[in-house]
């Protein structure tokens, strides 16, 4: 069998920035839900009371494939630049 592997017990949030003008967030956390380690990259809404809270639109996925989305990811930035999507090539 093979070793156990680590649970975290608080989702731990690796990056965020705002969406757009509202105020909308894109956050990214790393966490655990019913002993699976998930990537989670969800939209965030702020509330009246000026907190955000996670909306349904994202997705959450096995950390086990991260490293295809990663792939994934590069692959869209390096098509987006190639087709002149991103203004002076900027990746930030």
């Excluded at 086990?64 to 630049?81: H, S």
Aim: hydrophobic share 40%; aromatic share 4%; no cysteine.
């Amino acid at each position: 069998m093979g070793a156990r592997k680590p649970e975290l017990a608080e989702p731990v949030v690796v990056d965020q920035f705002w969406a757009n003008r509202r105020h909308d967030a894109i956050i990214t956390e790393l966490s655990t839900y019913q002993g699976h380690n998930l990537i989670n990259v969800r939209k965030h809404a702020m509330d009246r009371d000026g907190k955000l809270k996670p909306t349904p639109k994202g997705i959450a996925i096995k950390v086990t494939r991260l490293p295809e989305l990663a792939k994934a990811i590069n692959k869209a930035l390096a098509k987006a630049q190639e087709l002149g999507l991103l203004e002076g090539g900027d990746t930030e």
